[in-house]
């Protein structure tokens, strides 16, 4: 499920303000350790609809975010706490919600386009920082099948047969340069094809491909 909320912004949003978000997203959930600490069956977008200027994001007509989980109960936690408290912050406030129910998927393949640039890390050597790898690399399509057939195993689904890649072919593909607090990473703003069952197709466009869809990456379109 995905619930689509729409803010206004009363000053710039910097552009470091994933942490923020991600910051708002459990409150508005309440003390959840499994969440803080466990496996991301869940998706965040970044704020859509903002004009990037020196002082950060201008959103004059409003900004979009959109929050994917795939167990429905996260998302109705949400919109309870988002009721107490509609301020996540940065002068941001939710002004209305959409609850969203998934698409009809077939089996076979479906492409889409990302809310939020995918980030694939790679673990060279335990201790020594990951290699950031972007669309370009031929590993990332590897990595981002087993990203997404270990989630669908830790919610107790099978994984037989789903896979993800990069639709290379697109011309507006790029890589993406951002930070999130002090660590600057590279994504790729690109589309991705899922391969897989209706249920594993489902599934990802609720949690979202590649690593840190719980901080803001690999959202799906």
């Known amino acids: 499920m995905r619930l689509q909320l729409y803010l206004t912004a009363s000053q710039a949003v910097p552009f470091d303000h994933l942490p923020t978000l991600k910051g708002a997203f459990h409150r508005w959930l309440g003390h ?3 969440l803080h600490d466990g496996l991301s069956l869940y998706s965040l977008s970044w704020l859509r609809g903002g004009r990037g200027s020196r002082g950060g994001l201008w959103f004059r007509d409003g900004a979009h975010w959109s929050i994917s989980a795939h167990d429905p109960q996260l998302i109705h936690q949400l ?7 509609p301020e996540p ?10 609850l969203i129910t998934p698409p009809a998927f077939q089996d076979g393949e479906q492409w889409f386009r990302v809310l939020s640039p995918v980030f694939v890390k790679w673990e060279t050597q ?3 920082p990951a ?12 990595l981002l099948t087993q990203t997404l057939r270990h989630k669908l195993r830790q919610a107790g689904l099978d994984d037989t047969g789903a896979a993800v890649r990069f639709d290379r072919d ?3 593909a790029k890589s993406k ?3 999130y607090k002090a660590v600057q990473c590279r994504a790729s703003q690109c589309p991705v ?3 897989g069952t209706a249920e594993q197709i489902r599934f990802a466009w609720c949690v979202g491909v590649g690593h840190s869809t719980g901080l803001g990456c690999g959202a799906l379109e």
């Not at 912050?89 to 959409?98: H, M, S």
């Open 32 to 34: 959840n350790d499994d």
């Open 79 to 85: 919109v309870g706490g988002i009721i107490r408290v």
């Open 89 to 98: 912050g940065l002068g941001l406030t939710v002004r209305d919600a959409r």
């Open 126 to 128: 335990p201790g020594k």
């Open 131 to 142: 290699d950031h790898l972007t669309y370009h690399d031929p590993r990332t399509d590897e």
């Open 170 to 172: 697109y011309p507006g």
């Open 177 to 179: 340069l951002f930070r």
């Open 193 to 195: 094809i899922v391969t």
